[in-house]
């Protein structure tokens, strides 16, 4: 019966073993997942592509990695195939960039050429447009995060405005061919900028929080929504995973060390009888 009871004991101590490190295991490689997607293509950042509806072009500063096995992009067109007005990115990650995550983003520019140096890092785009000088260019962009919460133009001649109030309609966007002003249509999840060229213009696009400085559009009914909340799932940052590990750790050492005084003594206990 002594020996039964030995081995009973070591058996529940190893199946104890197991589970807590196959639950330590699993959280590890979860987060390595999170961290690292599968990549299954990558676009060197010299290639570019271009929008023969609008006679612009679409560059990147970093390559682009893709996540989704099937598609990387998708083209929208007008009439025919060759007459593309729309670029949608499937899946894609700037690897290069940190706190990035793949998503997917469609684009649309008339009457200026763009250059994008980081995608969704830390909820932001940048980029920068290349319009004709003294003209108007028009910028469209379709993301899962919804509204942006402010959008920072900076132009060459020195001046910087901050927009993040809206037009209230899409007539009146369509309206002010020669404004600077700013639209978010929520049916399609797409946000609209008219802006004067001063070319070049730096551009960022940002859900973060708002800054302090802010310009309104004058003579013209705008609205201060509400910017829709980010649809993708929450993933811890890289302090709280790390958070998470240790006390994880912390809490499987003791239960091992529990386990074992318990084993120990009952193995005492044992020796002592005999």
Known sequence: MRVNSSVVAGFMLILVLSLMFSFYASLFMNACAQRSPPVYAVLDHSIGFRLDAYNTTISFDHD?????????????????????????????????????????????????????????????????????????????????????????????NGEQVVLHAYLNSIQDFRKLKKKLCQYYDPSTKTYMLRSPSHSPVEITISWTREPMQAVSISGVSTTTQTPTAHPTPYKPSTEETRLIYTATLVILVIAIILVLNYYICFLGVMCRRR
């Open 64 to 156: 682009l990695y893709f996540t989704n096995p099937d598609v990387y992009w998708i083209w929208t067109y007008d009439g025919y195939p060759t007459n593309t007005t729309a670029l949608t990115l499937v899946g894609v990650w700037m690897k290069d960039l940190p706190n990035t995550e793949p998503l997917n983003i469609t684009i649309t520019v008339i009457n200026a050429n763009i250059t994008i140096h980081s995608l969704y890092q830390s909820k932001q785009i940048r980029l920068t447009a290349y319009p004709p000088s003294g003209e108007y260019f028009e910028l469209y962009i379709s993301t899962p995060f919804g509204m942006p919460r402010y959008t920072l133009l900076k132009y060459s």
